[in-house]
C-alpha cells in the first residue's frame, strides 16, 4: 500500500518539513493537489514507516500515485559502457545556457565523448545540443568549443530576468560572473554610464533592464559579439537606454560624460585605465575597475594602479570596496575594485 496524508494547501509546507525531519517523506512520489467537491488540498506522500500518523496526520491509502522520474547521475549513466578507470574521468559539473550544455572531458576519454553528449541530452531532455569546451583565449576572450552532438550552437540564455543571445562557440559567457551581473542590475539609476569592454551585454543589459539609466554608452570591439549585444538590446527592449559602438574602448570611449565607468576585462585592464578615468565627468563618479590578480596582491596592486593613474591625470582616488568574483586560476582571483574618482 502506498501511504500518504492528506493536508489542507495552506499547511501543506509546514507539514512537508514535519515528515521530512521525521525522516518519513517519501520522495520517490510527486506531491500532488487534489480537488474534491467540498474541498481541496495536498497529498503528502510517506514511506512504509509511517505509523498510523505522520506530521500530525492520520496516514491513509493514496490512490494511483504518480513517481517522480528517477534521476541518474552521469556516471550511472554510463556505468555500462565505461570502466571503473574511466567512470573516474566523467565529469561531475557541467553547464547549461539557454538550451546548450557545454561540459569540459578529459582528453582521456576522447574517444567516448560522444557517448558522455548522448548521456547528457538523455538527462536534460530540453536541451538542443552538447558543446565540448576548452577554456577561454585570446584579447576577445573567445571559448574554444565543439559542437559534439544536437542542432546548433546558438541560444537565449534567461538569467535574472534578462535575455542574452548567442553562440556559445563564438562568445563567452561566465557563470562565475552572475553575482556581480546581478550587482551591476542594481546600480546606474538615472545616470550616465560607459560600459568599456560591454561583450554581448553581460552588465548593460541587466542594468538598463533593472536600473534604467538615463543613458549607457556600451562599447565591443569584437563584430561577433557586438552583434548579439545589438540582438540583446532588441531583445530586452532597451533600445532607449543603450548606445552600442563597436570599436576600441581606447579610441572610442567618450571624456567627461559618465557617472559610472564599467571595466569588466581581464589581464590588461590597467592599459585601459586613463581612457577609463577621462571619461569619468569632472565633478567626479565611479569606477568598476575589473582585475585578475595573485591573491598576495589582490589587497594592493589593482588599488595602486587606479591610484597612479588618476594621479598621473591630476584626480583624486577614494577606493570604496574591493570585491573578490571568482577563483580565475590556481593562486589567482578575479577582483573588482570600487573607487571614486573626483578633482
Ligand atoms: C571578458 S568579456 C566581458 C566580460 C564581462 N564584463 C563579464 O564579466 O562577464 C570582455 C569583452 O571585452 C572585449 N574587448 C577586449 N578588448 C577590448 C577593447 N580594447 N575595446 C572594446 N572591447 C574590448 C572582448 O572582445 C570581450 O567581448
Known amino acids: ?18 515528515v521530512l525531519t521525521a525522516d518519513l517523506l517519501d520522495n520517490t512520489r510527486k506531491i500532488r493537489k487534489l480537488q ?11 514511506t512504509e514507516a509511517a505509523g498510523e500518523r505522520a506530521g ?10 504518480e513517481f517522480l522520474q528517477k ?21 561531475s559539473g557541467w553547464q547549461i545556457l539557454g538550451d546548450i550544455i557545454i561540459v569540459s572531458i578529459p582528453e582521456s576519454l576522447d574517444e567516448k565523448k560522444h557517448l558522455i553528449a548522448k548521456a547528457l541530452l538523455s ?8 558543446v565540448r569546451d576548452f577554456g577561454i583565449e585570446g584579447q576577445f576572450r573567445q571559448p574554444k568549443r565543439e559542437l559534439l552532438l544536437g542542432s546548433g550552437t546558438e541560444t537565449i540564455h534567461k538569467e535574472h530576468g534578462c535575455f542574452f543571445k548567442q553562440d556559445v562557440t563564438k562568445v563567452m559567457y561566465s557563470k562565475g560572473n552572475l ?28 542594468m538598463a533592464v533593472h536600473s534604467r539609466p538615463r543613458k549607457i554608452i556600451s562599447i565591443e570591439i569584437n563584430p561577433e559579439s557586438f552583434a548579439y549585444l545589438k540582438e540583446n538590446i532588441r531583445l530586452n527592449r532597451v533600445e532607449d537606454i543603450i548606445t552600442p559602438i563597436c570599436g576600441d574602448c581606447s579610441k572610442f570611449t567618450p571624456e567627461e560624460t559618465a557617472d559610472r565607468v564599467l571595466m569588466g576585462y ?28 595573485p591573491e598576495n596582491l589582490a589587497k594592493t596592486r589593482p588599488q595602486e594602479r587606479i591610484k597612479k593613474a588618476a594621479e598621473s591625470l591630476g584626480k583624486k582616488v577614494e577606493i570604496l570596496e574591493t570585491r573578490r568574483i571568482k577563483k580565475y ?7 573588482v575594485v570600487d573607487a571614486r574618482v573626483f578633482e
Open 1 to 18: 500500500m502506498y501511504k500518504t496524508i492528506r493536508v489542507p494547501i495552506e499547511k501543506g509546507e509546514e507539514a512537508r518539513l514535519e
Open 36 to 46: 474534491t467537491w467540498e474541498d481541496s488540498f495536498l497529498e503528502i506522500p510517506v
Open 56 to 65: 500530525n496526520y492520520p496516514v491513509v491509502e493514496q490512490k494511483d500515485p
Open 71 to 91: 534521476t541518474f547521475s552521469l556516471k550511472e549513466y554510463l556505468k555500462d559502457s565505461f570502466s571503473e578507470a574511466e567512470l573516474a574521468y566523467v565529469p
Open 123 to 130: 538527462m536534460h531532455p530540453k536541451c538542443k545540443s552538447v
Open 179 to 206: 553575482e556581480e551581473r546581478k550587482r551591476m542590475s542594481r546600480l546606474g539609476k538615472g545616470e550616465v554610464v560607459v560600459d568599456m569592454f560591454v561583450g554581448i551585454g553581460y552588465f548593460s543589459i541587466p
Open 266 to 293: 581581464v589581464g590588461t585592464t590597467h592599459y585601459y585605465l586613463e581612457p577609463a578615468i577621462k571619461a569619468l565627468k569632472n565633478s567626479g563618479g565611479i569606477l568598476h575597475y575589473h582585475e585578475t590578480v
Open 329 to 335: 586560476s590556481p593562486g589567482v582571483l578575479h577582483v
